[in-house]
């Protein structure tokens, strides 16, 4: 069974650029949840998904925002870049939403931002 | 805000060497995960304890549940290299069903 897919890898954008990343959950599984892994603040919720719609968001000012499509698959949008947004964008999808299940991480996006 | 402390931070130990890494909150948690993290690699789930006071083994690792749900430790038992890397501990929030993820202890394990 194929894990968790993030693209892409790494992504090197500057100030004020818009970003859009990929996650690609594990086949089956309808929950998709995006998280933010910095070296000072560890890892933080972003928001998460479920059959499309948004079950849960975390503390991110609007700037962060996400979809999901019919095919479970997920995208996050962060719009006017700063370089406080540089971080290791981590995807994790699970069977059920709310904890029910547990959670299974891509090896997340790097993003830097100039 | 609810907060999830770990320590130690940092743990450099000898291979066979015994450690307990602690994950401490005020808040309580209806379960609570521990996952390990590899340069360049997302977490990968270890364990989930619900029960307050669970013990679940899984090799030479030995999670611990507090009894108030709270708090949880990790002990490992002849420390080898390939333990090496990052243990989050999360925590999921009643209510909000969210996770809380620890901050972190970063373990190296010299051979």
């Known amino acids: 069974k194929a894990g968790v897919t993030q693209t892409p890898r790494y992504l090197i954008k500057t100030r004020g650029q818009q970003v859009t990343l990929s996650c690609s959950p594990i086949?089956?599984?309808?929950?998709v949840s995006w998280y933010q892994q910095t070296p000072g603040q560890g890892l933080q919720f972003l928001f998460e998904y479920f059959s499309e719609t948004q079950r849960n968001k975390g503390n991110f000012p609007g700037r962060f925002s996400g979809r999901q499509f019919s095919n479970s698959r997920s995208e996050m949008n962060v719009s006017t870049l700063e370089l406080g947004d540089s971080a290791l964008y981590l995807c994790?999808?699970?069977?059920?939403?709310?904890?029910?299940?547990?959670?299974?991480f891509g090896n997340g996006t790097r993003l830097t931002v100039t | 805000t609810q907060l999830l402390e770990q320590s130690p931070q940092f743990l450099s130990i000898q291979e066979g060497e015994n450690l307990t890494v602690y994950c401490n909150s005020s808040?309580?948690?209806?379960?609570l995960q521990w996952y390990r993290q590899e340069p360049g690699e997302g977490p990968v789930l270890l364990v989930t304890?619900?029960?307050?006071?669970e013990v679940k083994k899984l090799k030479r690792l030995t999670f611990q549940f507090g009894d108030a749900r709270k708090d949880s430790s990790l002990h490992i038992t002849a420390a080898q290299p390939g333990d090496t890397g990052l243990y989050l501990c999360?925590?999921?929030?009643?209510?909000?069903?969210?996770?809380?993820f620890g901050t972190g202890t970063r373990l190296k394990v010299l051979a």
């Open positions: 999360a925590g999921l929030t009643s209510g909000t069903y969210k996770y809380i």
């Open positions: 304890v619900v029960t307050g006071g």
């Open positions: 086949s089956g599984h309808r929950s």
């Open positions: 808040s309580v948690f209806s379960s």
């Open positions: 994790a999808s699970s069977l059920m939403s709310r904890g029910n299940s547990p959670l299974h």
